[in-house]
């Protein structure tokens, strides 16, 4: 498929539905085991660094996006977003399910390292047939509709998991399957080979310092959002939530930030972005704030539901920010950065905010230190003006 000049023709309905099931494995990669962590460290409680082994288990995949989906970007440019989108979903079940069947700690993170290139190589090529098939405000609209949808997803899944711990923490591992129903609808995708960019468009270069910077924002937050599906269930059973409990909680903060990027989205582009991405990060730092206090579960509740809200304002904006700065010859490396970015932050949360057992709620007070000085940084560069960059026509 080639991309012209023109608007290209709106994608069908089931086509859509394909890009936005696609768009869910991102996020069903991690939210599916976070409830069955607790109940995975008392089954290999023997083996030495168990704690960060367990957590490694969520966010090695983190790790391995970050280092690969620049390679999924260039290998779906090359042979097209289908044949890599038919790959990936393959590698995805079988790495995801792995831990089925896998008899050490070690079987189920070489598992999940698998499962990272999967994921890697959908969120990409998937990404890329996105930017083929929608422009202007219709790719925005959709974009929106896909962060709510995965959003939405992590609510379903988060409990979902947590149901299925209860049973055993191999059972969230057979959900992974799933991705095999999904061949089918892959298979009437277009391959999807955009040509090359336009002269104009590669000669004006991206302003890489700026976008830098939004990288880093964009580490920063995943670090801080990913103290959820890593520490939070930890935290959670201190205050006596059982499995299917701690999916519920969990569940509820990914729900709140759909909810917020939804009705964000009826506001999007009368605020500068900076300044809305700042107001998400302050509340998700006041929500930290009281997860980090509570005393019980219901106080803990109140503390997802307000770090959700603030969430789901956070990514939209510094995307948008991000397309502010990216000549659009440069969009797929460029987001292609932006993806490696946040995962690695993803890799990096439990290490940079661990907390030790018996002290599960520290990682929590600094994670809302952080996200408040981030807010703070935000407001004082919305100060300075950003030009947008041109529209160049694609061919």
Known sequence: MSVSSSSPAAPDPLTRLTLLLLAALTVMSGATIAPALPAMREHFAGVPNVDLLVKLALTILGLVIAITAPLGGVLADRFGRRPVLLGSLLLYA???????????????????????????????????????????PERGRFLSQQAAFTSFGGAVLLPLGGALAGLSWRAPFVLYALA?????????????VPEPAQEAGQAQPPRWGAIALVY??????????????????????????????????LGTFTLMAAVSSLLYVRFAGRFDPRRAAALGLGVVAAGWLVVSAAPNLAVALAGLVLGGLGGGLVFPNLYTWLADLTPPAWRGRVVAGMSSAVFLGQFLSPLLLASPTGHEARGYVWGAALAAVMAAALLVLSLRRVAPQPAVSRS
Not at 107 to 130: C, K, N, P, Y
Not at 180 to 192: E, I, M, Q
């Open 180 to 192: 095999l129903l999904l061949l089918p609808l892959t298979l009437r995708l277009p391959r999807g």
């Open 94 to 136: 079988v790495g995801g399910a792995s831990g089925l069947v896998a008899e050490s700690l070690g079987a189920v993170l070489a598992g999940r390292v698998v499962l990272g290139l999967a994921v890697a190589g959908t969120m990409t090529a998937a990404g890329a047939l996105v930017n083929d098939l929608f422009s202007g």
């Open 216 to 249: 880093g924002l964009a580490l920063g937050y995943m670090v801080v959002f990913y103290l959820m599906p890593a520490q939070g269930p930890f935290l959670l059973r201190t205050l006596g939530a059982q499995a299917a409990q701690t999916g519920l909680l």
